[in-house]
């Protein structure tokens, strides 16, 4: 599928490939979450435009969040994170607390497989580029203490915007292409098969 195409698909299909490894390349848009100021309660979407420098109607997009100096244009967090810190501590910050855009379900707690490739989500072409580990201000805002420990090693990921689009709730999030390394790895197998 050329890029810029809409992904299709639907949240059914949520986790039923997987890659050259056990890493699974189809998910799903579990919610959407925007704080239109630094420091304001989180509003959970149902869709969002996503613009070439960020999510329409957050924070970080008009230049007002928290850590601007090291904003990423859109956060994406693991359902199955939120719902192991859940389980682990009794914190439920389902309601957007967590402070992260996009809730992705179906790629694991620490979304491994996402990070570095690029990554079709809704209409939108994403690109995680670097773990965005949990700070203590979250828990400030979310009123949570211990919150930020919680999501250690399962914050969420920062992620360049490769092509803006819209995003609902229930869309398909599917790998369009493995990060580079796997890429090579995954080529190196087949030729060494080949031998």
């Known amino acids: 599928m050329p890029p810029g195409e809409p992904s299709g698909g639907s949240a ?6 997987t890659g050259a490894g056990t890493e699974p390349t189809t998910g799903a848009v579990d919610a959407l979450v925007t704080a239109p100021e630094s ?3 989180p ?6 435009e996503i613009r070439p420098d960020g999510v329409a109607g957050d924070r970080y ?3 007002d969040g928290h850590f601007q100096l090291d904003a990423c244009a859109v956060t994406l967090v ?12 009794g914190i439920d910050v389902r309601d ?3 402070r992260r855009n996009v809730v992705v379900d179906g790629f694991g707690a620490e979304m491994d497989a996402l990070l ?5 989500v809704g209409d939108a072409l994403l690109r995680p580029t670097r773990r965005r580990p949990p700070c203590a201000h979250v828990e400030e805002i979310a009123g949570e203490a211990g919150l930020a420990s919680a999501l250690r090693n399962r914050g969420g990921l920062c992620c360049d915007v490769v092509e803006p689009g819209r995003v609902a709730v229930g869309d398909a999030v599917r790998i369009r292409e493995a990060d580079p390394r796997t890429a090579g790895a995954a080529i190196a197998e087949r030729l060494a098969d080949r031998e």
């Not at 059914?12 to 490939?17: I, K, T, V």
């Not at 509003?43 to 969002?48: F, I, L, T």
Request: no cysteine; proline share 0%.
């Open 78 to 89: 693991a359902a199955e994170a939120l719902a192991a810190v859940r389980e682990e501590t």
């Open 96 to 98: 957007g607390r967590h």
């Open 43 to 48: 509003v959970r979407r149902d869709a969002v």
């Open 39 to 41: 420091g304001a309660l």
């Open 116 to 120: 570095d490739a690029t990554v079709a």
């Open 61 to 63: 997009r008009s230049g």
């Open 12 to 17: 059914d299909d949520a986790g039923s490939a």
